[in-house]
Structure formats: C-alpha cells, structure tokens
C-alpha cells in the first residue's frame, strides 16, 4: 500500500493547523503620553505600517483591537517561517522607534492545537493569553510561544525589563497583602534554597508585616544550606529571641501548615526551588513576591503575585510595601533593616547594577529605621580561603568565541555558592570579558552554573536552556547526576554570541 499520499495529507494538515496570538506594545501609554495629536497619529500609523507590513509578509491576519493591542491569525506554515527569523520584527520596532525618539516594544503570545484532534479555538486563545501574561511578567520586549503541555520557546527579551511600577501599585499590593494576612490562622515565609542576604532580608520584612497585622509567622530556612555572610548575619538575628524563635525546619513548617495558612514564597517563583516545595501542595493561599524573570514553573494556587523584574532585589519591593501599612505601632527594627539593605547592597553589587530611583528610597527608609552599614561590612568580609578559592577558579578561564569567559573547578571539590557567584562578578571587571561563567560543584551534588554579563549579552536565555534562569545579566542553574567536565561541554554546546545577543 503507497502511504505517500498519506504522508502528504498529514504534513498539509500540520501546516495548516491554526495559530492564534496577542500583539501588545509594552510601554505605548508612556511613549505617547506627552505627544501632540498630530505625533500620537504619526506613531500609529508607523506602528501600523511595519506591524501590517510584517503580517503580509508571513502571510499572518492583523487586526488592531485598541491602541495597544492587536490579535494575529495564521497557521503552522507561516509560524514556522516566522520562528526562523527569530521574530525579527520585535528588534525592528525597538530598533527603528529608539532612533527617532519614541522608543516602543511589543510583546507577543502565540499559540496552537497541537494534536490532530478538531482545534479548540477558546483553548488555543486562552493559552496565547497565559503566553502573553508570560511574556510581560518575565519584562516584556519579547515573544512567548507555546502549545498546551507543551515548553514555552522564548524569543526576544535582549532589553533589561523597563520600569512599570508606581506607588499606586505599591500600595494595592501592600494593602492586598495585608488582607490576605488578616484572614489567615498564620503565615509561612520562605526563599529558594540556599539562601543569599535577599532571602534573609525578605523573609524578615515579611514577618515584620505579619506581626504588625497580629498575625504569627514563622520563616523556613535550612542552616545546612548557610554561606558564610549568611551565617554572619544569621548570628545577629539569633540575638533577638523574638526573631529566633520564629526561624523553622522544612520539616516543622510542614507540621505547621493548614489549608487556612498563607504561604508567602519570597526572592523565588519556582516550587522545585524552595527548601520545602511540599508546603505549595498543602494550602492554597500562596503569595509570591519576586524580582527575577517569571520562567514557566510557578505556583498553581497563587492568590498575589508580585513579580517586578526591573527590580533590584525583593528587599526593594518590600521594603516598600511598609509605606503603606495601616499599623505602624511594631516599625521595622534595626537588625530587620539591616539585613534587608544587605540584600540589596549584595544584589546591585554596591548600587552599581539595576539600580533606579527606588532603589535609593528603599535603602534610605531602611537606613533611617536604623540599618547597620558596619555590620553588613563585616557579614560580607571574605576569610583568606575564600580568596584563595576564587583565585584558583580564575586560573582556569578559557575563553569562548572571544569574549565569553568560563572557568570551572574540580568534581572532588565544593564550592559555596558565593565564591562561584563572587568569581562570576570578578571576571566581568577583567579586560575583555564581557559574559563571565563559573561551573563549580555545589554542597548539594548538583553542579552549578554563575552566569553574568554586563547586559550586552542575555545569559538568561543560555541559562534557561539548561534549566535555570535569573535576569539577563545575572542567571544561575543547578544540574542533578552529571559532572563538572560535562556541564562545561554543554555549556559551550548552546552558547552562541549571535543568538543571546539577541536574546533568543
């Protein structure tokens, strides 16, 4: 029996399969808010025109639904098409507006039926819509694409995420926050795992909001999983017993929870992350307040999501949140301060990266409520073997098409988390350096990825390859059963200059 015709008709079936997506201009109520009527329909019409023009072009139906949205219908075919040109079109409109003084980004969601079952047009729209919700929470400036259960394929994002919080938000979220304190039996805090100053700093903020709500709350951490500076602070902390006592295992959080508990996850979105993913599972009032680029694992049961990836550090954005609390008799005290200020100094490596008008304003509320910059000082000392450890590291820098550097320790050897991260920081200051990976053997087994760049380069998307994520100039990833030789391998595979320039 010839099957060709079979085969034909299969292939013609997969090309025509229906495609749908959201278009949104990221920033275009800001773009054109100081414009006169004649500028604002001069960029319109511009906007129409190389967005019409582009849809022609790859045989994709516009439609322009409001000023800043527009919906997309094509097909497999020309989506593929459109996938090979790594959604040029979003560089373009960045690239061309910028040069004349308006500058926009789009953002875009697409999805499709993947089975060969009758095309369910309302679930097809609904997931273009998570993928454009996925889109703007990871900064926007990029394209989500995606089909039900199946991985997001991430095009764009090669811009640091533009500044999109107000007070007005600021103030929703806190009150919000505090509603959803008020009407749970208690509060759980907890960070990812190994935790850095930006987990301590938030979880004590947390805290310190749940108390001034007569609300108990306790904080999970693993001192197992304690670098040395957060070992330094810890042992401030452990000085107040009111503090202290409310630090718990994995374990007794586990004991603890109801399904009438809120857990506030903080510095950290993804489940798998935390040192007690069994605890999401358990309630269904979950809260997450984060800085980093939302990826595709995320809470299913979430009821507040504060995601601001423009954002120094969430010590930042909760810092904040203490302006608009209704009860101010239990402020913030001084080693709370001084731990959240910690996190953000340790985020924006001393107020030198993404760091914006805000960030000032929180560290200078938290300086007034007392902050310690002697003893963050002495909490981020490095000891003579920590210097050692990083100068070895540096020994073995190899440089990958130019100028991305990575260096690597030895399978039979751990290295903290912070002088990975620290080495990683280093190599950027260095000539000629203009992406710095460091692969080292984590405490847990896993071996682990630092991943920085001074923004030219998004080493997001090269971490995201491999399971991780983070900023695009600042990632990280952890890789179970391998070595450290063989992480370097396929570290090396999926770097490509080119494409995470581009933010592929």
Not at 49 to 63: C, E, G, P, S
Not at 84 to 94: A, W
Not at 415 to 429: E, G, R
Not at 463 to 484: C, D, F, P, R, Y
């Amino acid at each position: 029996m010839d099957i060709t015709e079979y085969a034909k008709i299969e292939e013609r079936y997969k090309d025509e399969k229906f495609v749908f997506g959201n278009i949104i201009v990221d920033n275009y109520d800001e773009a054109v808010q100081s414009m006169n009527d004649r500028k604002r329909s001069n960029v319109n019409n511009y906007l129409t025109n190389q967005l019409t023009n582009w849809a022609n072009m790859n045989n994709v139906f516009l439609k322009r639904v409001d000023d800043d949205r527009f919906i997309a219908l094509t097909n497999m075919r020309a989506l593929n098409k459109i996938e090979e040109n790594n959604f040029d079109i979003i560089n373009q409109i960045r690239e061309r507006t910028y040069k004349q003084n308006f500058p926009l980004t789009l953002s875009m969601g697409f999805s499709y039926e993947k089975t060969f079952e009758q095309t369910n047009f309302k679930e097809v729209a609904k997931m273009a819509q998570s993928n454009i919700d996925l889109a703007l929470a990871r900064g926007g400036d990029q394209v989500v694409v995606r089909a039900e259960d199946e991985d997001a394929r991430f095009y764009g994002g090669k811009t640091n995420p533009m500044e999109k919080r107000t007070r007005i938000r600021a103030r929703m979220i806190s009150q919000a926050l505090e509603e959803l304190i008020v009407h749970a039996d208690k509060v759980i805090i907890m960070g990812h795992s190994y935790p850095g100053m930006d987990v301590i700093g938030s979880c004590l903020g947390i805290r310190r909001i749940s108390q001034m709500n007569n609300r108990e709350a306790w904080i999970v951490l693993d001192p197992q999983q304690f670098s040395n500076d957060v070992n330094r602070i810890m042992q401030e902390i452990d000085k107040d017993p009111l503090i202290a006592k409310r630090i718990i295992s994995p374990e007794q959080a586990m004991a603890l929870v109801t399904p009438q508990t809120l857990i506030v996850m903080v510095d950290v979105h993804r489940p798998s992350m935390t040192p007690a993913p069994g605890l999401l599972n358990l309630s269904k009032k979950i809260v997450v307040l984060d800085h980093h680029r939302r990826g595709q694992e995320f809470p299913k049961d979430s009821v507040l999501v504060y995601m601001e990836p423009y954002a120094s550090s969430t010590s930042e954005l909760i810092a904040e949140l203490f302006e608009y609390q209704s009860n101010e008799m239990d402020a913030i005290n001084k080693i709370e301060a001084t731990a959240m200020l910690a996190g953000i100094i340790v985020d924006t490596r001393n107020f030198s990266l993404r760091t914006g008008s805000r960030t000032f304003d929180a560290a200078s509320y938290l300086q007034s409520n007392g902050a310690d910059t002697v003893l963050i000082q002495k909490s981020l000392k490095e000891d003579l073997d920590t210097y050692l450890l990083r100068s070895h590291l540096l020994q073995t820098m190899e440089f990958v098409n130019g100028n991305l550097a990575i260096v690597h320790g030895e399978d039979e050897k751990i290295y903290d988390t912070v002088v990975a991260a620290q080495t990683a920081d280093t190599m950027l200051s260095m000539e000629a350096v203009d992406a710095s990976f460091v692969v080292t053997k984590r405490q847990d087994g896993r071996v682990g990825i630092s991943a920085r760049s001074l923004g030219q380069y998004n080493v997001q998307t090269i971490m995201e390859k491999l399971g991780g994520g983070g900023h695009l100039s600042n990632a990280a990833t952890q890789i179970e059963n391998t070595t450290v030789h063989e992480v370097v391998e396929r570290l090396k595979a999926v770097i490509d200059p080119k494409k995470i320039k581009e933010g592929e």
